[in-house]
């Protein structure tokens, strides 16, 4: 009987060690996630901050609520982070650039130009999709989704944190357990 108990004391502090190492693992996850969280979050910020875009103040010509229903909410402020940046690139530079040339993208747009170098009219359309369009994707591609790593980064601090506090709960059961034999 002594023997199944130093058998098994042997095996209790292996399960220790292992979930302390678990515990360490985890804090070291979540303190990286976090540190990945505020480094995306506070970039986007102050790289969208830095651009002063604002949306149209409520009421005025460029911003009818009839037309613009889903931003009225973001109404004056200042575009600054991931969910501002995809509103603003869809809701408002989108709408726009589908009225520059009846709905073509810049590439028929383009197509179109190139097939017709002399009209004007084309090549203004295309330059005005161009620079609409690589807005909306610096916006969509270095502001939201930028962002959405970082709120994804949040997630995992918190399960990794989570799973360090549920890990340090079962060793401190284990070294009960273990005190007892």
Not at 2 to 11: F, Q
Not at 26 to 55: C, M, N, P, W
Not at 132 to 148: H, P
């Amino acid at each position: 009987m002594a023997n199944k108990a130093g058998e098994r004391r042997v095996v209790d502090q292996v399960f220790i060690l292992l979930g302390g190492a678990l515990v360490v693992a985890f804090l070291g996850a979540g303190t990286l996630a976090g540190y990945g969280y505020h480094f995306a979050v506070s970039s986007v910020h102050d790289e969208l901050a830095a651009q002063k875009v604002y949306f149209p103040q409520a009421g005025s010509a460029s911003f009818s609520p009839s037309e613009f229903p889903d931003l009225q909410q973001y109404a004056g402020q200042l575009v600054d982070n991931g969910p501002k940046a995809k509103a603003y690139a869809n809701g408002f530079i989108g709408r726009h650039l589908e009225k520059v040339a009846g709905g073509k993208t810049y590439s028929e747009v383009s197509a179109l130009s190139m097939a017709d170098p002399t009209n004007q009219q084309l090549q203004q359309q295309k330059a005005t999709l161009f620079q609409g369009e690589t807005l909306r994707g610096l916006l969509l591609g270095d502001g939201y989704a930028y962002w959405t790593f970082g709120q994804i980064a949040l997630y995992a601090s918190v399960a990794s944190f989570a799973a360090a506090g549920i890990m340090t709960i079962l060793v401190v059961l284990g070294l009960y357990h273990k005190s007892k034999l």
